[in-house]
Each structure stands twice: as structure tokens, then as C-alpha cells.
Nanobody, 116 residues
Framework: QVQLVESGGGLVQPGGSLRLSCVTS????????MGWYRQAPGKQRELVAE???????NYADSVKGRFTISRDSAKNTVYLQMNSLKPEDTAVYYC??????????WGQGTQVTVSS
């Protein structure tokens, strides 16, 4: 079973930056894909960014050019660097480990608030 622990959320001003971290209990190369999702109040959870075990990345159109997903295999950690943050980025951000169509794991989430 995979355990995921997120950190790095907080309150920032519009235009500011945050880096989220997700530490896993197993090698990220043994997982098909790692992803970051977010859910704002009253809205559905949406995919923000993902990276496969082979290193392929994918981003939501709303964050392209501003967010970057990366990994550190030695630390079993996946990061989400968020720059030029906007109020609409405010949400709870969740780390996801995708094993296959039947097995996925989720972290507890970390709050990101972008406000003046």
C-alpha cells in the first residue's frame, strides 16, 4: 500500500509562488504516474499536472506556463512548483499515485489560498 504526504501549502499574494511536495512510501518509478489534483469549494476535483514513470508530463490548460511538476527519485518525492499564482488557483491540492485502472492512492491534501 502506498502512503502519500503533501506539504507546502499556505497563503500567498496574487503573483506569488509556492512549491508543493509529495513524499511517497515507495519508489516513484514503481508507480505508473504521479499527479496533482485540486478541488475548490463547490467545484469538482480536477487534474492540475501529472508525470509518468517515464518522465512524460501533462498540464491543465489553466496552469500551463505557470506550474511545473518534477521529481526527485532519491527522496521518493514529487514537486509542484507554482508561479504567478492567481486567486482562481485557490483550492485544496491533492497528491495522487496511479498504479492502474483499479488501484490509486490519495494524500490528505494541502490548502493553497491566493488572496490579497
Amino acid at each position: 500500500q502506498v502512503q502519500l504526504v503533501e506539504s507546502g501549502g499556505g497563503l500567498v499574494q496574487p503573483g506569488g509562488s509556492l512549491r508543493l511536495s509529495c513524499v511517497t512510501s515507495r519508489s516513484i518509478f514503481s508507480v505508473s504516474a504521479m499527479g496533482w489534483y485540486r478541488q475548490a469549494p463547490g467545484k469538482q476535483r480536477e487534474l492540475v499536472a501529472e508525470i509518468t514513470s517515464g518522465g512524460t508530463t501533462n498540464y491543465a490548460d489553466s496552469v500551463k506556463g505557470r506550474f511545473t511538476i518534477s521529481r526527485d527519485s532519491a527522496k521518493n518525492t514529487v514537486y509542484l512548483q507554482m508561479n504567478s499564482l492567481k486567486p482562481e488557483d485557490t483550492a485544496v491540492y491533492y497528491c495522487n499515485a496511479y498504479i492502474n485502472t483499479l488501484i490509486t492512492y490519495w494524500g490528505q491534501g494541502t490548502q493553497v489560498t491566493v488572496s490579497s
